[in-house]
Every structure is written in C-alpha cells, then in structure tokens.
C-alpha cells in the first residue's frame, strides 16, 4: 500500500490541474439503430434484458462520467460482460461511442479528425492488452520498436530506444527473441514496454494480467507500482479483480451493466458500499488492509493525546493493529505533529468485523476541523450528504468533481452507507 | 422445370411438415414422394419416359460452332482480338520465351546449381540435395529440352498465378462484400475438373502455349486467391487491435501486421498454386503446352508406356521436389530463427545468387551448355519389354487369379456395364428426383436445388448418355475408393506403425499431377474404362485414406477415455464412438473422393474411357470446338452436381450456429 501513500499525495496536488480525460454521459450501444437508445429516455432506462428485447440492441457502456486526474491509476473494475472493456476502448475511439463526450486534456476527443486520432494514439495513450497483441514475426526488440516504427523513427533511434525500455522491464538478453519463445508474464512485459517506448501520456491496461498465472500476476502488479511510482505516469487500469484493483488503484469505479455503480478510493468502496452489489463484492476483502487509520479513529481523550505509539493517518489497520498489540495501548494518529485522533482495540476490531458503519466516514469529514462534536454526532446518523459537502480530503475525491461523477453522487446520496450493524452480523 | 418444383416446393413447406412428421428423413422423402406423384404422370404423358426428351434439349453446336468459327476469321482483324486479346497472347508468348532462353543460356550446370541453392536457402541442405539429383535424373532421362519447356511455362504461369491470387486475395480479404461474392465462385472452380477450363481458353486463343498458360493461371490462381482471403481475414484481431491502438495507419496496418501475420496461408497458397500449376501445364499439352506433358501424352496416344514413363519420372520428381521445398517454407516460418547463423536473410540470398552466375559461366566457358548426349540413359526400351513381358505373361491365363486384363475386362462386364445400363435405362425424372432425393438427405434444400438444376442442364445440353456413362464410371470408382479407403484409414488410424509406414507412400502420391496416373495403369491394364477407373481410384485413395485416418485420430480424446473407462471393446469403440464422431470427416472424404475420381475420370478418355472426357479431347483433335464446349459444359455441371449431392458443410455449419 506504499503507492496509495505517496499517489496520493500526486492525487492532492494534481487535483489543482485539470484531469485528463473527462468523460461525460458516454454511451455505447451496439446493434442496429443504436443511435436512438441514448437519446430516448424511455429506452434509457430499460435494462440489459428488456433493452434487448425491444430494440435488439446492447447498451455495453451507459451514461458513464468521471475524470482522470494526472497522475493517478484510476482502475476500472468489474464482472465480465459489464463493458469495462469497451469503456477502455472508447477512450481512444477504438470502438466509436454511440454518444457522449470524451476531452484529453480539455481537448475533445470525438470530434477529432482521422490525423488528430492518429497523433492520439501515436504519442498521448498507450494500450497494453489482456491478449499481449504481439507481432509474432518481430522480435522482441522490434515489437517494442513498433510503435515508433510507425511513427517514421528512424531504425538506429527507435532501435536504442527501444532496448532502453526492454531493460526498463527487466527482458535484458531477451532482444531477439520472438513472442512465441517467451511465457506469458515475459510477453506482456514486451506488451508493457511497447507501449511505454512510444512515451505516452497516459497508459491504457485492459485486463493485462488476467491471462497470467497468479504468482506471475503479483510480480507483474509490482512492475506497474514500481514504474507508477518512478514515472508518475497517468494510467487507466481495467481489471475484473477486485485485489487487483485495491492494490493498484487510487480510485476506483466499480461498473455493472454498463453503468458506474460506485466510484472512489479503495477505502471508500470497502468502507462504504454504494449498494448491496458493491457490498456483496467486497465482502471478502481484509478490510484492515485496506481502511486507513484516519476512518478507524475517534477524538482523543485528554491522557491518550501524550502517549502511545504514534502512526501517520494514511496507515492501513493492520499497521495499527500491530502497533496496539505491541504496546497494548491506544495508537495516536499525528498528522504533522498534531494528534487528530486515536485508534484502540474497540475501533480496531470494529473494522475488522465490518460494524463500524459509515462512522469512520462522518468523523473524516470534520477531520480538518479538529471536530470533538463529530463524535457527538453519533456513527449510525451522519449526514452523508453534509459530509461529502464539508470533505476536502479522502472522501471529497468520490464526490469532489462535482456532477460528472454520477455513480459517486449516488453513493453519496443514498442511505446505503450507513450501515445498521445488526445487518452484517444477520 | 420440373426440377426446380420438386425442390423450390418442400422449401417452403418443411416447417408444417416437419412439425408433422418427428423423422426429419423420412419427412424429407415423404415430401419428395408427394411432389413426385404429382409431377411425374403429368411429366409423362407430355414427354416419354427413358432417355431425356429430345424436346427439351437446345442444341448448342450450332451457334457454338458458328461462334467458335467468327473467332477463328476475326483473330487477326478483330479489335477485340488486336487491342486486348492479341496483347495477352503476345505477353504471355514473350514470356514464356524470354524464360525459357534464360533457362537455355543458364545450361544444365547452372539450372541445377539455381535449384540447389534456391532449396538450400528455402528449405536446408537435404532438400537442396534432393533437388540437384532429381534435377539431374531429369537430364539423365533424355529429358533436359522438355523439362526446360515445361518449367517456362510453369514459372510464367505460377507468377501470373501469384499475382492474379493476391489480387483477388487482398480484395477479398478487406472487403467482406467482395468475399461473399468471390467465395462460392472459387469454392465452385475447386471442384471442376482441370479439362473444363481447356476448351474456353482454346475458343478464344486457339490451340498453343498462350491458351495452355492461361488456363494453368486460371486453374492455379483460385487456391492462391482463397488462401490469402483466409489468411488476410484470419489475422489475430487482439494483434489488429494493438497495432491500431499505437496509431497506425490503413497501409502500415496492412504492411506491418496483417500480411505479415497471413505469411503461413500465403505460402500454403503459393504450394497449392504451384502443384496446381504443374497439374495443369502436364495436362494442358492437349492444348499445345509442349513440355513434358506433350512427350507423356503422345506416348501414351500410341500406348508407348516406357516412353510414357521416361517423361513421366521427371514430372513427378519435379512435383516432390517443389512441393517438399514450398511446404517446408511454410513450416520454417514456425520455427525459430537459428541464432547467429552465418549465411542469414539477404546474405546468403545474395551468396547463391553469385554461386548460380559463377557455375553457369564456368559450364559456358567449358563449352558444356546443353546436356552431354552420352550422359543420358534410354529407359524406354527396358521398360517396354518389361510391359511386353507383362502382356504376355499377367494379361491373362495366369492360374487361378487370372490376369490383369481379365480382371479389367471382368470389372467392365460385370460391374460398369450393368451400371451404365441400369442408369441410361432409369426414366430421366428418376435420376434427377434421386439425384434430389440424395442432395437433400445429406445437404439442405439449396444443394438439392443446384444439384437438380445441374443435373436438368446436362440433358438440356443433349449429352445426357455419355455423361451418365462418366457417371457410372464415377460410381464404380467412388465405390470401390471408399470401401479400400475408409478400410485402410481406418486401420491406420488404429495402428501408428501402418499410419507411420503409409504417410510418406501418402505424400508422394498427393503431389502427383493426374496425368501421370494414367501411365501404369495402361501398362497394367491396356486401354479403356476399366484402366480410366483404376487411375481415378488410385488418385483418390490417398486424399480418402488421409482424411479419414485424420478424421478418426482427432475424435475427443475424453469421450474415447469414457467409452473405454466402460470397458469397451475396440470394436464398440470404433463402432460407438470414433466412426459417428468423426462423420464430418468420413462426409468430407466422401465429397474428396468424388471430385478427385471425376477429375481423373475425364481424363480418362484420353486411354479409351470414353463418354465426356472423349468428347472434349475429340473436339481438341477434330477442331470441332462446339462438340468439345458442349462436354467442357457437362463437366462443369455434372462436377457441381456430384460436389452438391455430397456437400454436407452447410447443414453442419447451421447445426452449430
């Protein structure tokens, strides 16, 4: 979880700068006469069965909006079928949205044309795909040469380029060899170095390690944290792994029939559940790997403010719960050399059992202001709107961006969120 | 027409009726059963019964032969002929010419080092080997002069071929409109025999090589252009889509990724064109190809096996010898580059280029262009008394098992004489409702159609004897092919060590052109129907072997493992298990082994087997070129009837969907 501590400080002040891509009610409805599914709000609102049987059409992607923000790794996760795919796709037009808009960097993507895709696709996104794509006939060092070979580089140049980023993937040696003599995890590190040699703005992933053994599927999410943290590059990860998707992303949108269900930090998705599908999906999660100390914390008595270990808020639980099991007393969590709170044994395995509720989330959102009256405030009756108004911070990047995040307004609105804890247990 | 009711009226029936009936078979032959009561008294009483109606034959010969005669005037006068046809004929002409002096000029040293080096830089060092002694036994044979004639032809013709194919290969394989339209013709032109395609380009060229090589490229050019649609549209689409998604444009997609990821289906098309194009150029002596094939044919006009068999060797070694090197391209690709070797990519092209020019300059300056006479052997005449001595002592009389011609006249008058009877005698409605009858149960009701359609032509052409006499022919041949095929596939689908010991007999026999199949069995057998059918026989034997053997080997592996896990038997095996699993390979075999017997049945009338394929060589030899139309138009047809009647793909295909 180192990434997500030092992503998300790039997340803080990238968040001055303008996102870049901002997708606004994309559609993509495929069969015949698609055009008209987005536009009739009768058809809109049918599902995926009765919108088939009607029309005969299939709506992949509906109404979907978010931001890319520079810099992070926004993961798009869902099950098979659910259109992240060809989300992914519409991106770089490589399947034509039925409707919508998609900016790069303010710039609009739709109305761009055959050239300007072009230069698109040549220099500002990269894709790496689940099926590696490679030219089997090339070697290796000229599969990673490709995409500047088109682009008109000249031999010697792409040629030395490209060996710089083979290395960069860790296939020294491996230069000459044709994709049919390497594993998988190799070939999609060659996918990998493809579309890193073209030095592109943003980097696509479409489900890259799906294909891979698991333990070759570990090594290769720690090659993306280690280039993410070295480069800083934005990157669009889609996945159908739910640990994949907490170990990778700084935010997440979880998408189910074409539409974004639920879309904010790790923390966020485990911690407060949209609805009861994205409860059901994270149910399994540890979810003291992934909830931080600054959801787990309440205000701090007077005698716990000057002693106990202390621990930084972006810390997961399980550092906490190492913490208080070693020293047997109440974590502080410093921010700066301020105490904002303190984390014990009941707040503790209150995460870990899942009956913490929305608590942790009404009481961030007074973090700032040091509230002691959040706590009065009670866990089960916080006003999720007013908190989501009031945060700056972790929960402000769910909702922060305002109406283009549908899925997230959703979330915020509902009352899914607080959690009555005979529920879980039930 | 009665055809076309018989089959256009079930069509739209099948639904009620096939509610009706539960047995889609029995169904099937109820309808037809139906139609055919109401149909055939009224057929009856309009026309009489047995041979086909004179009535309803057109009689083509006339405006045939009045076309092929204002041709014949106009050839020289005819802008037609002066601005397009002329020009083709003259290119084709100065090609072959050009190619063949190049070959002359190169002498015999420098052919064989070009063969050599060519293999050696396609294929490695032992095909190389093989193709500078079967290069030489060539010469050795007396053979050099004819080999060079045939081997101008085949490159001009191979070339044209290639590039005719691509074309027709790249439009079909971006466009999908252009594939639909250009997919049934090619599948439709594999299926004719190579004599239809003889006679049109003879109408319009006249007898000699400029009609002898476009009918090769129109022969050899549909598996070129097929296989290259098939690869174009195969390519990988996760590759197509990567490619791109890094930007790239039309041409540089085509360029970098999708040809380069068809090179396998081109190089199979480049074999298959090549093998075709040795085929056709053997067989297109008939039109004044010259070569080879023209010493083969003229000696098997006056039944000169040894001669036969002196220009037959060489066709075949040259068969092996381009089909080994072609496929073995084909499978390097596959394979790994070997690291670090020397000789890599345009070096080593450019080392056996230079090594070419140096030995055929050395031969030059040594004064040795031409073939050396002494160095040549005369097989013809040992052959000949070895023949001489066959006919003397296995033709007949032989104790017990009698003699080859025995057997040939005993198969004629037991087996193809009642068959041809039995069919000639059969009202003409019957053979087109069995002919439907059959189409349908194995088909669905389009083949049916077409089949019956074809069939209606041919005695609307006026030659339905002779053509139910080829295709009685076809029967006993077909017959006899399946029973030893699917007997022999199958024991070699049961035992490796005789799959093992077949495969490489298998491959020799597949790469033979036709024509050569016809040289043993006139020695064994003598002339007529009965050698035309052993020929056909043994020329479709392998592809059947081949197919049911693969058909059988590659049933499910768990469901044999289930059936054997029940304990049973080999026999319930094969019978339970393999056999039904593996119909659409046996249903495969079957349309193989029909269009491979008409093929070769046809030409059998240039041995005495008569009936169409007579037709067309008599039109050749008499320049009656409407008599020979008429036959090339019943091969045609009765070519796409046998193909529909045993096409089973289209049922399975909806099976799946």
Redesign the interface.
Known sequence: MSTNTTANAEVTDAQAGSPVFSVNNLWKVFGPKADRVPGDAELAALSAAELRARTGCTAAVRDVSFDVRRGEVFVVMGLSGSGKSTLV?CL?R?IEPTSGGISIDGEDVLGMDKGR???????RA??V?????????RTVLDNVA??L???GVGRAERRAKAAEVVAKVGLDGLE???P??LSGGQQQRV?LA?ALA?DPEVL?FDEPFSALDPLIRRDMQEEVIRLHREEGRTMVFITHDLSEALRLGDRIALMRDGRIVQLGTPEEIVGSPADGYVREFVRDVPREQVMTVRRAMRPADADEEGRGPAIAPGATVSEAIEAVARTGFAVRVMDEGRCLGVVDHARLLGVVAGTDGSAGEGFSGEADVAGADASGSGSDSADASASASASVSVSGSGSGSGSAVAGADAGADAPAPVTPPGEEVA | MAAASTATAPAADTPRFGALLRNRVLGKLLLLAVVAAVLVPIVNARWASGSWPHALTVDLTGPLGKTSDWIIDNRDSHPLFLYFFGHISNAVVVSVRGVYLVLLAAGWAGVTAAAGLIAWRVAGLKLAASAVVAILVCGWFGMWVPTMQTLALMIVAVLASVVLGMLLGLAAGLSDRTYRALRPVLDTMQVFPAYAYLLPVVLVFGIGVPAAVLATVVYAAPPMARLTALGLRGA?G??M?????????AR?RLL??RL??A?KQLLLGLNQTIMMALSMAVIASVIGAGGLGDRVYQALASVDVGAALAAGIPIVLLAVILDRTTAAAGER?GA?EP?GRRLHGPYGWGVAAVLTVVVALVARLAGRIDWPDTWTVNIADPVNSAVDWMTDHLYSGVPYIGGTADWAGHFTTWVLDPLRDGLQWLPWWSVLLIVAALAWLIGTWRTAVTAVLAMAAIGVLGVWKPSLDTLSQVLAAVAVTLVVGFAVGIAAARSGRLERLLRPVLDVFQTMPQFVYLIPVVALFGVGRAPAVAAAVVYALPAVIRITTQGLREVDGAAMESARSMGATSGQQLRQVQLPLARPALLLAVNQGVVLVLAVVIIGGLVGGGALGYEVVFGLAQGDLATGLVGGAAIVCLGLMLDRVTQPTERRAKKGA
């Open positions: 796709r770089t490589l895709l072009r230069e698109l696709r040549r220099h990269a894709m795909f689940q099926h590696f794509g490679l030219l089997p006939h490709y995409g070979e088109i682009q000459q060899r044709r049919g003599q996918g493809r073209v696509l | 990988d996760g590759v889509e990567a490619v791109a998604s890094l930007g790239a444009t540089q970098t990724a380069p990821l090179r690709l790994a690291d």
